[in-house]
């Protein structure tokens, strides 16, 4: 009897000290044998914007999912056991006041943020380039990276574009979607593999009003008309060939501004004609909570991600849904828009830069993406991203759109921009989705002095 009571309780002691280890049980290494890669000592404050560290469940898909906490256990720390980790964890709500503060006093060895976040410390001198440690070490190879966001962004490379501070991690996912089961409805023909401005503004048109097989209010076209980077005003200056201004921002204070140029009226006029074709909530991004679901009444969503028909493909297996909504290549010449990145960066005056390149290296690293497409659904920055699902058509996508991605002068990255430009275009389409559009050369030619005095008042 004693025998009996003594197994029972070891039993309950067994499973006692598994619950409370939290450990997932599950293999985080896509297969791969852990082993110890060096001895090297040292300490690495590392602070993430928004990561998750404890296991949890996906509120989307309510799928269990792995926090860092038991895949750095699994994996970093095995392989170097002697750098001690201190990781921070900073909701995205204010991340840029914390990560600004930990910067300045010291706080932090290596950072994930915002690109826009990134390239202004950059500018500021808070971090360090790269360069050197990335030459002196062959286990990095910088060529399994998309090519566009690697070398050709602001979130990762200087403003001359000479040197490397930061290395993309996550990818942000903005295309163009639309829905096959509303254009079958009003018998328009599909939107080709790589629409323009006038493709998409010519086809929305179509499908806004009535829907001929339902008797539902239908809106041709959606988009946030209240971005705080302006993405889809980006993908149209592309388009238009309408540059806004020539310069580098390693000297803002020369910059030449184009900003009331004929190619530029042509954007106000597409979105002033396109403003009347949304939802009116999408002036403060309201409006589109069905699109990629089955009650969708938007034909046409700029700017989207896929992630809500990914979500109910993940949790219901839901094919049909996945095959009514189809993602295309972006308004840009070659498919480009505005292609946000979230990059790993380091501190000026990181304590151990040894240490803390090794830590960033591995968690920019494939085995670091794989863990988090899988887990969280972020979208990878590699070019062989064979990890990502056959059905994920959406993120496949994104990395098209990505590779030929590239920083220009209206980007996030330009003060005035975030400053004033992109405020004044999201108030530009406000009062021409209420029919009271401004005169738009009028509008561009104050737009055009405001930005001189600007650059003016630097010198």
């Known amino acids: 009897m004693k025998k009996a009571v003594l197994l029972i309780l070891s039993f309950v002691l067994v499973f006692t000290l598994a619950a409370c280890s939290g450990s997932s049980g599950k293999d985080v290494t896509g297969g791969v044998k852990i082993e110890k890669v060096s001895d090297m000592e040292g300490t690495v404050r590392v602070a993430l914007a928004g990561w998750q560290l404890d296991n949890g469940i996906d509120a ?13 256990n699994k ?19 204010n991340v840029k006041a914390k990560q600004t503060a930990m910067l300045l006093s010291g706080d932090a060895d290596i950072l994930y943020t915002g690109g826009a976040f990134a390239s202004q410390w950059y500018q500021e001198g808070l971090l360090r380039d790269l360069d050197d440690l990335i030459e002196k070490d062959t286990t990095f190879d910088k060529g399994i990276y998309l090519e566009g966001i690697m070398n050709n962004s602001y979130s990762t490379k200087s403003p001359d574009g000479s040197k490397q501070f930061g290395i993309p991690a996550v990818l942000g996912r903005r295309m163009t979607i639309y829905d096959k089961k509303l254009f079958e409805d009003w018998g328009v023909e599909t939107l080709s593999a790589q629409p323009g401005p006038d493709e998409i503004l010519e086809k929305a048109k179509q499908m806004t009003g009535k829907n001929p097989k339902t008797g539902e209010d239908n809106f041709g076209l959606y988009w946030s008309g209240n971005s705080l980077n302006g993405s889809t005003f980006v993908a149209l200056t592309l388009a ?16 030449k501004w184009h900003l009331n140029s004929p190619e530029m009226v042509k954007v106000l006029e597409w979105l002033k004609e396109a403003a009347q074709l949304p939802p009116a909530g999408f002036v403060n991004a309201q409006g589109a909570e069905n699109f990629g679901l089955e009650k969708n009444n938007i034909a046409i969503a700029l700017d989207s991600t896929g992630g809500s028909t990914m979500s109910e493909y993940r949790s219901k297996q839901n094919k049909e849904l996945l095959d009514r909504y189809e993602p295309v290549l972006n308004m840009g010449p070659k498919g480009e828009g505005w292609v946000a990145v979230d990059p790993f960066i380091m501190a000026k005056n990181a304590k ?29 920055t590699l070019k062989n991203a064979d990890f990502v699902t056959p059905e994920d058509k959406f993120v496949k996508k994104a990395l098209e759109i990505a590779d030929v991605g590239h920083s220009e ?46 650059s003016a008042n630097l010198k």
């Not at 989307?60 to 750095?72: C, D, R, S």
């Not at 390149?357 to 968690?363: A, P, R, T």
């Not at 400053?419 to 005169?439: H, M, T, V």
């Open 60 to 72: 989307l898909t309510g799928n269990p999912t792995i926090g860092l906490n038991e895949y750095l």
């Open 75 to 93: 994996t970093f720390k095995k392989m170097y056991p002697n750098i001690k980790l201190e990781v921070y964890q900073i909701p995205w709500e």
């Open 352 to 380: 151990d830069v040894d240490a803390s390149w090794e830590v960033l290296k591995f968690l920019t690293s494939y085995m670091t993406q794989k863990y988090m497409y899988e887990n969280f659904s972020s979208t990878p």
């Open 240 to 255: 238009y060939g309408a540059k806004g201004a020539e310069g580098s921002l390693k000297d803002i204070k020369s910059i």
């Open 409 to 454: 002068l209206m980007d996030e990255a330009n003060p005035f921009y975030m400053s004033d430009i992109a405020p004044a275009i999201n108030g530009f389409i406000s009062q021409a989705a209420s029919g009271n559009a401004p005169d738009i050369q009028k509008f561009l030619d104050d737009l055009q002095a405001r930005a001189e005095k600007w």
